[in-house]
């Protein structure tokens, strides 16, 4: 999931996508590179569960899946409380510490 939106390109086709259903064309055009550059691109956010292809007619179109997307933000966020409380325990133990030596340094 990281690796494929690690890369810009890829970012930008899901942004693309998050304002609807697109062909794999409309998806290039923007794009000053090949075909099957952008389809690559366009696998690996397939593999990632980030996007869906479906047929109608002579159609194909993607789709954005959103779900993944909102599996890694609440794994983000947890991270981050996990994190903002470890860092707000530093802060607590140098302010004692700190404390502690200005303590040392009265006469």
Known sequence: MFAALADPTRRALLAKLAQGQATVGELAAPFSMSAPA???HLKVLERAEL?????QA???TLSLRAEPLDEVSRWIEQQ???WNLRL???????????KLDREKEKP
Do not use: F, G, K, P
Request: net charge neutral.
């Open 88 to 98: 707000d325990a530093l802060e607590q133990h140098v302010d004692n510490m700190q």
């Open 80 to 82: 981050r409380r996990d």
């Open 51 to 55: 996007v869906t292809r479906t047929t």
């Open 38 to 40: 952008i389809s690559q």
């Open 58 to 60: 002579q159609w194909r």
